[in-house]
Protein backbone atom coordinates (compact mmCIF):
# COMPACT_ATOMS: atom_id res chain seq x y z
CA UNK A 1 0.00 0.00 0.00
CA UNK A 2 1.28 3.55 -1.01
CA UNK A 3 2.19 5.51 2.71
CA UNK A 4 2.91 8.74 3.36
CA UNK A 5 4.30 10.46 6.49
CA UNK A 6 2.58 13.49 7.76
CA UNK A 7 3.60 16.08 10.30
CA UNK A 8 2.70 13.64 13.56
CA UNK A 9 5.35 10.81 12.01
CA UNK A 10 2.77 8.42 12.01
CA UNK A 11 2.81 6.30 8.84
CA UNK A 12 -0.88 6.63 6.65
CA UNK A 13 -1.79 5.04 3.91
CA UNK A 14 -2.87 7.14 0.91
CA UNK A 15 -6.65 7.77 1.04
CA UNK A 16 -7.20 7.05 -2.52
CA UNK A 17 -4.73 3.95 -2.41
CA UNK A 18 -5.98 0.28 -3.72
CA UNK A 19 -7.29 -0.76 -0.35
CA UNK A 20 -7.02 -0.18 3.65
CA UNK A 21 -5.51 -3.16 5.46
CA UNK A 22 -6.66 -3.92 9.21
CA UNK A 23 -2.86 -3.13 9.50
CA UNK A 24 -2.99 0.21 8.22
CA UNK A 25 -6.67 1.35 9.75
CA UNK A 26 -5.65 0.19 13.06
CA UNK A 27 -2.62 2.33 13.38
CA UNK A 28 -4.21 5.24 12.58
CA UNK A 29 -6.72 4.26 15.31
CA UNK A 30 -4.16 4.30 18.14
CA UNK A 31 -2.66 7.12 17.30
CA UNK A 32 -2.17 9.70 20.04
CA UNK A 33 -5.45 11.59 19.87
CA UNK A 34 -3.98 14.96 18.78
CA UNK A 35 -2.13 12.97 15.80
CA UNK A 36 -5.33 11.77 15.00
CA UNK A 37 -7.66 14.47 15.25
CA UNK A 38 -5.14 16.72 13.21
CA UNK A 39 -5.22 14.00 10.70
CA UNK A 40 -8.49 13.99 10.39
CA UNK A 41 -8.95 17.44 10.13
CA UNK A 42 -6.31 18.33 7.99
CA UNK A 43 -8.14 16.07 5.21
CA UNK A 44 -11.75 17.35 5.88
CA UNK A 45 -10.66 20.79 4.56
CA UNK A 46 -8.80 19.62 1.83
CA UNK A 47 -12.77 18.21 0.77
CA UNK A 48 -15.29 20.35 2.98
CA UNK A 49 -15.74 23.31 4.64
CA UNK A 50 -14.81 23.17 7.70
CA UNK A 51 -18.13 24.87 9.50
CA UNK A 52 -20.67 23.96 7.15
CA UNK A 53 -22.75 20.66 8.52
CA UNK A 54 -25.46 19.34 6.33
CA UNK A 55 -28.71 18.71 7.94
CA UNK A 56 -30.84 16.02 7.54
CA UNK A 57 -34.54 15.09 8.61
CA UNK A 58 -35.71 11.14 9.24
CA UNK A 59 -39.05 10.34 9.30
CA UNK A 60 -40.41 6.80 9.84
CA UNK A 61 -42.84 6.04 7.03
CA UNK A 62 -43.39 2.79 8.66
CA UNK A 63 -43.41 1.24 12.67
CA UNK A 64 -42.63 -1.26 13.83
CA UNK A 65 -43.59 -5.24 12.95
CA UNK A 66 -40.16 -5.77 11.67
CA UNK A 67 -39.30 -9.59 11.37
CA UNK A 68 -35.83 -8.88 11.62
CA UNK A 69 -33.82 -9.62 15.05
CA UNK A 70 -31.73 -6.93 15.23
CA UNK A 71 -30.54 -6.54 19.03
CA UNK A 72 -30.76 -2.95 18.97
CA UNK A 73 -33.81 -2.46 17.70
CA UNK A 74 -36.93 -1.37 18.86
CA UNK A 75 -39.14 -2.12 16.15
CA UNK A 76 -38.52 -5.91 16.20
CA UNK A 77 -41.30 -7.90 16.55
CA UNK A 78 -39.40 -9.95 18.49
CA UNK A 79 -38.50 -7.51 21.11
CA UNK A 80 -41.26 -6.45 23.91
CA UNK A 81 -40.54 -3.00 23.48
CA UNK A 82 -44.73 -1.75 23.64
CA UNK A 83 -43.92 -0.05 20.43
CA UNK A 84 -46.84 -0.68 18.28
CA UNK A 85 -46.60 -1.78 14.50
CA UNK A 86 -48.55 0.40 11.78
CA UNK A 87 -49.13 0.64 8.37
CA UNK A 88 -47.20 2.59 5.71
CA UNK A 89 -47.87 6.34 6.09
CA UNK A 90 -49.91 7.73 3.07
CA UNK A 91 -48.18 9.65 0.55
CA UNK A 92 -49.32 13.15 1.02
CA UNK A 93 -48.68 12.88 4.76
CA UNK A 94 -44.90 12.39 3.77
CA UNK A 95 -44.81 14.93 1.46
CA UNK A 96 -46.50 17.35 4.48
CA UNK A 97 -43.48 16.49 6.95
CA UNK A 98 -41.13 16.81 4.25
CA UNK A 99 -42.02 20.66 3.57
CA UNK A 100 -41.88 21.20 7.26
CA UNK A 101 -38.69 19.68 7.15
CA UNK A 102 -37.47 22.33 4.44
CA UNK A 103 -39.12 24.98 6.08
CA UNK A 104 -36.83 23.73 9.25
CA UNK A 105 -33.46 24.21 7.00
CA UNK A 106 -33.49 20.94 6.17
CA UNK A 107 -31.72 19.82 2.66
CA UNK A 108 -31.87 16.13 2.94
CA UNK A 109 -35.10 13.87 3.87
CA UNK A 110 -34.61 10.59 4.62
CA UNK A 111 -37.60 7.76 4.64
CA UNK A 112 -37.46 4.87 6.62
CA UNK A 113 -39.69 1.52 6.95
CA UNK A 114 -39.55 -1.10 9.54
CA UNK A 115 -39.00 -4.30 6.75
CA UNK A 116 -37.08 -7.08 5.96
CA UNK A 117 -37.57 -5.68 2.61
CA UNK A 118 -40.27 -4.38 0.56
CA UNK A 119 -43.16 -6.30 -0.87
CA UNK A 120 -44.80 -5.84 -4.06
CA UNK A 121 -47.46 -4.19 -2.84
CA UNK A 122 -45.40 -1.21 -1.49
CA UNK A 123 -43.22 -0.41 -4.25
CA UNK A 124 -46.05 2.03 -5.95
CA UNK A 125 -45.91 4.54 -3.06
CA UNK A 126 -43.09 4.70 -2.35
CA UNK A 127 -41.90 5.46 -5.74
CA UNK A 128 -44.69 8.13 -5.53
CA UNK A 129 -42.93 9.39 -2.44
CA UNK A 130 -39.82 9.34 -3.51
CA UNK A 131 -40.91 11.18 -7.02
CA UNK A 132 -43.25 13.62 -4.75
CA UNK A 133 -40.15 14.84 -2.07
CA UNK A 134 -37.62 15.01 -4.80
CA UNK A 135 -39.80 17.40 -6.49
CA UNK A 136 -39.86 19.75 -3.37
CA UNK A 137 -36.09 20.40 -3.99
CA UNK A 138 -34.94 18.10 -1.65
CA UNK A 139 -32.14 15.13 -1.35
CA UNK A 140 -33.67 11.78 -0.89
CA UNK A 141 -32.83 8.98 1.27
CA UNK A 142 -34.25 5.60 1.89
CA UNK A 143 -33.59 3.00 4.07
CA UNK A 144 -36.25 -0.21 3.62
CA UNK A 145 -34.43 -3.30 4.51
CA UNK A 146 -32.97 -5.53 1.87
CA UNK A 147 -33.67 -4.90 -1.91
CA UNK A 148 -33.29 -7.24 -4.90
CA UNK A 149 -32.15 -5.64 -8.51
CA UNK A 150 -35.63 -4.92 -9.67
CA UNK A 151 -36.38 -2.90 -6.46
CA UNK A 152 -32.93 -0.83 -6.98
CA UNK A 153 -33.51 -0.17 -10.72
CA UNK A 154 -37.70 1.27 -9.49
CA UNK A 155 -36.07 3.49 -6.78
CA UNK A 156 -33.22 4.85 -9.08
CA UNK A 157 -35.63 5.50 -11.57
CA UNK A 158 -38.17 7.34 -9.38
CA UNK A 159 -35.17 9.58 -8.76
CA UNK A 160 -33.89 8.22 -5.36
CA UNK A 161 -30.52 9.91 -4.27
CA UNK A 162 -29.14 7.68 -1.71
CA UNK A 163 -30.00 4.35 -0.08
CA UNK A 164 -29.19 3.57 3.57
CA UNK A 165 -28.57 -0.19 4.94
CA UNK A 166 -25.91 -0.25 7.34
CA UNK A 167 -23.69 -2.98 7.88
CA UNK A 168 -23.93 -2.01 11.87
CA UNK A 169 -20.20 -3.37 12.53
CA UNK A 170 -17.66 -5.80 11.77
CA UNK A 171 -18.03 -9.30 10.02
CA UNK A 172 -16.84 -11.44 12.91
CA UNK A 173 -19.33 -9.52 15.58
CA UNK A 174 -22.56 -9.07 13.20
CA UNK A 175 -24.11 -13.27 14.36
CA UNK A 176 -24.04 -11.14 18.09
CA UNK A 177 -26.19 -8.47 16.80
CA UNK A 178 -28.99 -9.94 14.32
CA UNK A 179 -29.50 -13.87 13.39
CA UNK A 180 -32.49 -13.67 10.95
CA UNK A 181 -29.99 -12.41 7.71
CA UNK A 182 -26.18 -12.48 7.25
CA UNK A 183 -23.77 -9.98 6.94
CA UNK A 184 -23.24 -10.94 3.18
CA UNK A 185 -26.73 -10.21 3.27
CA UNK A 186 -26.22 -6.61 4.00
CA UNK A 187 -23.44 -6.24 1.31
CA UNK A 188 -25.78 -7.62 -1.56
CA UNK A 189 -28.12 -5.21 -1.12
CA UNK A 190 -25.57 -2.42 -1.42
CA UNK A 191 -24.34 -4.00 -4.30
CA UNK A 192 -27.41 -3.96 -5.86
CA UNK A 193 -27.79 -0.60 -4.88
CA UNK A 194 -24.39 0.74 -6.69
CA UNK A 195 -25.40 -0.94 -9.47
CA UNK A 196 -28.62 0.58 -10.10
CA UNK A 197 -27.28 4.32 -9.85
CA UNK A 198 -27.62 5.47 -6.99
CA UNK A 199 -25.61 6.90 -3.78
CA UNK A 200 -24.55 4.29 -0.69
CA UNK A 201 -25.14 5.52 2.92
CA UNK A 202 -24.23 3.06 4.79
CA UNK A 203 -22.34 3.30 8.52
CA UNK A 204 -22.96 0.96 11.71
CA UNK A 205 -23.71 1.55 15.20
CA UNK A 206 -21.16 1.98 18.09
CA UNK A 207 -21.95 0.74 22.11
CA UNK A 208 -22.94 -2.98 21.24
CA UNK A 209 -20.23 -4.72 23.21
CA UNK A 210 -18.39 -4.84 19.98
CA UNK A 211 -14.01 -4.52 20.65
CA UNK A 212 -12.51 -1.98 19.16
CA UNK A 213 -11.13 -3.58 16.44
CA UNK A 214 -14.48 -4.66 15.15
CA UNK A 215 -15.44 -0.56 14.71
CA UNK A 216 -11.93 -0.27 12.81
CA UNK A 217 -13.22 -3.61 10.36
CA UNK A 218 -16.07 -2.43 9.84
CA UNK A 219 -14.57 0.96 8.38
CA UNK A 220 -12.20 -1.26 6.62
CA UNK A 221 -15.02 -3.17 5.12
CA UNK A 222 -16.67 0.38 4.10
CA UNK A 223 -13.35 1.82 2.48
CA UNK A 224 -12.45 -1.28 0.50
CA UNK A 225 -15.99 -1.58 -1.13
CA UNK A 226 -15.92 -0.90 -4.96
CA UNK A 227 -17.08 2.65 -4.55
CA UNK A 228 -16.98 3.82 -0.43
CA UNK A 229 -20.08 4.93 0.43
CA UNK A 230 -21.00 8.39 -0.30
CA UNK A 231 -22.95 8.59 3.11
CA UNK A 232 -21.37 7.66 6.27
CA UNK A 233 -23.78 7.59 9.56
CA UNK A 234 -22.06 6.80 12.83
CA UNK A 235 -24.57 5.98 15.41
CA UNK A 236 -24.16 5.89 18.75
CA UNK A 237 -26.10 3.32 20.39
CA UNK A 238 -29.54 4.29 22.19
CA UNK A 239 -30.37 1.23 25.05
CA UNK A 240 -33.95 0.63 24.62
CA UNK A 241 -35.99 -1.36 27.62
CA UNK A 242 -37.14 -4.76 25.89
CA UNK A 243 -34.08 -4.94 23.44
CA UNK A 244 -31.48 -7.70 24.24
CA UNK A 245 -28.86 -4.92 24.04
CA UNK A 246 -31.00 -2.78 26.73
CA UNK A 247 -28.27 -2.89 29.37
CA UNK A 248 -25.14 -2.94 27.13
CA UNK A 249 -22.26 -0.43 28.37
CA UNK A 250 -21.87 2.77 27.00
CA UNK A 251 -18.65 3.81 24.29
CA UNK A 252 -16.24 5.86 25.95
CA UNK A 253 -16.35 9.39 24.09
CA UNK A 254 -13.46 9.69 23.01
CA UNK A 255 -13.39 5.91 21.58
CA UNK A 256 -16.43 7.22 19.56
CA UNK A 257 -14.69 10.76 18.28
CA UNK A 258 -11.48 8.37 16.99
CA UNK A 259 -13.82 6.06 14.94
CA UNK A 260 -15.09 9.25 13.29
CA UNK A 261 -11.73 10.18 12.66
CA UNK A 262 -11.07 7.33 11.29
CA UNK A 263 -14.24 7.52 9.07
CA UNK A 264 -12.54 10.66 7.83
CA UNK A 265 -9.58 9.97 6.99
CA UNK A 266 -10.40 6.32 5.50
CA UNK A 267 -13.42 8.13 3.42
CA UNK A 268 -12.32 11.61 2.65
CA UNK A 269 -14.91 12.46 0.63
CA UNK A 270 -17.85 11.02 1.72
CA UNK A 271 -20.22 13.27 4.50
CA UNK A 272 -19.64 11.65 8.09
CA UNK A 273 -22.89 11.70 9.99
CA UNK A 274 -23.27 12.09 13.72
CA UNK A 275 -26.60 9.91 13.88
CA UNK A 276 -28.68 8.21 16.66
CA UNK A 277 -27.14 9.25 20.37
CA UNK A 278 -26.48 12.49 20.20
CA UNK A 279 -29.31 13.15 22.89
CA UNK A 280 -26.65 11.66 25.20
CA UNK A 281 -23.75 13.39 24.06
CA UNK A 282 -22.14 16.66 25.80
CA UNK A 283 -21.77 19.67 23.52
CA UNK A 284 -18.03 19.20 24.03
CA UNK A 285 -18.39 15.62 22.78
CA UNK A 286 -20.51 16.86 19.73
CA UNK A 287 -17.55 19.73 18.95
CA UNK A 288 -14.89 17.22 19.05
CA UNK A 289 -16.81 14.56 16.38
CA UNK A 290 -17.49 17.83 14.07
CA UNK A 291 -13.45 18.81 14.63
CA UNK A 292 -12.54 15.10 13.78
CA UNK A 293 -14.87 15.35 10.43
CA UNK A 294 -18.45 14.97 10.75
CA UNK A 295 -20.38 17.21 8.74
CA UNK A 296 -23.81 15.87 8.77
CA UNK A 297 -26.42 15.52 11.54
CA UNK A 298 -30.27 14.68 11.70
CA UNK A 299 -32.38 17.28 13.28
CA UNK A 300 -35.71 16.92 14.98
CA UNK A 301 -36.83 16.08 18.48
CA UNK A 302 -37.28 12.23 17.10
CA UNK A 303 -35.29 9.81 15.05
CA UNK A 304 -37.32 6.87 14.24
CA UNK A 305 -38.35 6.02 17.39
CA UNK A 306 -35.59 7.06 19.73
CA UNK A 307 -35.25 11.12 21.11
CA UNK A 308 -32.75 13.49 19.02
CA UNK A 309 -31.55 16.79 20.18
CA UNK A 310 -34.57 19.90 19.56
CA UNK A 311 -33.91 22.51 17.28
CA UNK A 312 -33.15 24.98 19.97
CA UNK A 313 -30.68 22.96 21.44
CA UNK A 314 -28.69 22.70 17.85
CA UNK A 315 -28.92 26.13 17.05
CA UNK A 316 -27.37 27.39 20.26
CA UNK A 317 -24.74 24.66 19.95
CA UNK A 318 -23.64 25.79 16.05
CA UNK A 319 -23.94 29.40 17.18
CA UNK A 320 -21.42 28.46 19.77
CA UNK A 321 -19.30 26.95 17.46
CA UNK A 322 -19.88 29.30 14.66
CA UNK A 323 -20.74 26.33 12.91
CA UNK A 324 -23.39 27.22 9.67
CA UNK A 325 -26.17 24.54 7.91
CA UNK A 326 -25.32 23.46 4.43
Known sequence: ?????????????????????????????????????????????????????????LLNIKTGGCPEDC?????????????????????????????????GGATRYCMGAAWRNPKPRDMDAIVEMVGAVKALGLETC???????????????????????????TSARYYPQVTSTRNFSDRLDTLENVRQSGMKVCCGGILGMGEEETDRVEMLVTLANLAEPPESVPINMLIPIAGTPLAKAAPIAPIEFVRIVALARIMMPKSYVRLSAGRSAMTDEM??????????????GDTLLTAGNPEDEADRKLFNRLGLQAI
Open 1 to 57: MLEVRDESNATAPLADAPEWTSEAAWSLYRLPFNDLLFQAQTIHRRHFDPNRVQLSK
Open 71 to 103: GYCSQSSHHSTGLAASKLMEVEKVVAEARKAKA
Open 142 to 168: MTLGMLDRDQSDRLSAAGLDYYNHNID
Open 286 to 299: QALCFFAGANSIFV
